[in-house]
């Protein structure tokens, strides 16, 4: 398979063989200490117990998170282990090693390594303590979170403000309310009903749902459910507009019923995903902001397929520039990219909510740049 001379020095060691030092060696602060000595995250402020972190990875197989994330393996090595395509940069040809026995992997392409607390750093782009809660959230908190999600559907027809600013962005269908499973946080009150349903409140404050000092965390929000994660929309001024629980905002929106279509309309948010779906799109998925982590990109480079790029015509060009630069982007992985021109001002949502309509937007996809 081969590998760099200073990749042969990271693994090796002096003194040691390759063989063995592959997954022995290959230290990061993830895999641990001799000695039996907590993990320290956060520069040392924190530390969290070995013991917990290795129970975590025990109850999280590394080929298992891989294989949920759309890794599939190229060819089967000996003693059990595995060669594909790397998850973690843009890779050609199987160099991504996976041994399931020891849950470790190591890339000879970009030299990485380590776990499956070590994969989910580099993968969702985040912190040693965020990946614990990304881990965390995909082990056990899926129960917790649709439980939390309906109780917010439930919600959203008791509280005529939260109606009105939904029809306000153009959302006023049932189907499409049913279809976004769209909900209402009006705060004070999830933390009861959840413990009432038997969820403790550690699960609760470990989620995110709830603060530390016991409050819901999101109060007067339209919330949508995500793969993993729950988005919130306030409908104060005073209050930070977008809100994520802690970790990951997983992959591209509603994807299982796009990834089919040869052409995908990409969105930035989940207003102009409504006003879209509400007009008849079907082909349409949105990456929650300008910026694609990297399950997004590989889920637009899994088969060929045209992307038309419908960010924000913000008025001073920061939406168009980030679409441009993502464009760049898709086609250095040999992904059709083109450009959609909204007027002026104008993101999808408010394109539609201010008179546009289905014909007019055909005519913007038939003039977009490539």
Known sequence: MGTTATAQRLLLGKGRSRRRALFTDAHHRCLGFPRGLPYSADRGKKSVNRQTLDDLKQQIPLMGY???????????????????????????????????????????????????????????QVTFSQALVVLRQWRGAEPLLKDAAQFYQVQLNRHGEAVAYLHQRGVRSPELIEHMRIGYAPGGCLRGWL??????????????????GGYDAYVHRIVFPLEGNLYGRSLSPSAPPHRFLPGSKGGLYAWAQVQSYPEVILVEGLFDYAVLWGAGFRNITCSLGTHLNTRQLHQLGDAPRTVYLAFDSDRNGSGQQAAQDLSRTLRQRGIHARLVRLPEGHDPNSFFTQGGDERQFHALLEAALK
């Open 66 to 124: 891989l294989q949920a994330h759309d890794w599939r393996p190229a060819r089967s090595l000996s003693r059990g282990r595995w060669m594909g395509l790397c998850p973690l940069h843009e890779d050609h040809k199987p160099s991504f090693l996976v041994d399931p026995h020891r849950n470790l992997f190591y890339c000879y392409g970009c030299g990485r390594g380590g776990d499956v607390i070590r994969l989910a750093e580099l993968y969702h």
């Open 195 to 212: 413990i009432q349903l038997g969820h403790s409140l550690p699960a609760l404050c470990q989620a995110g749902l709830v603060t530390g």
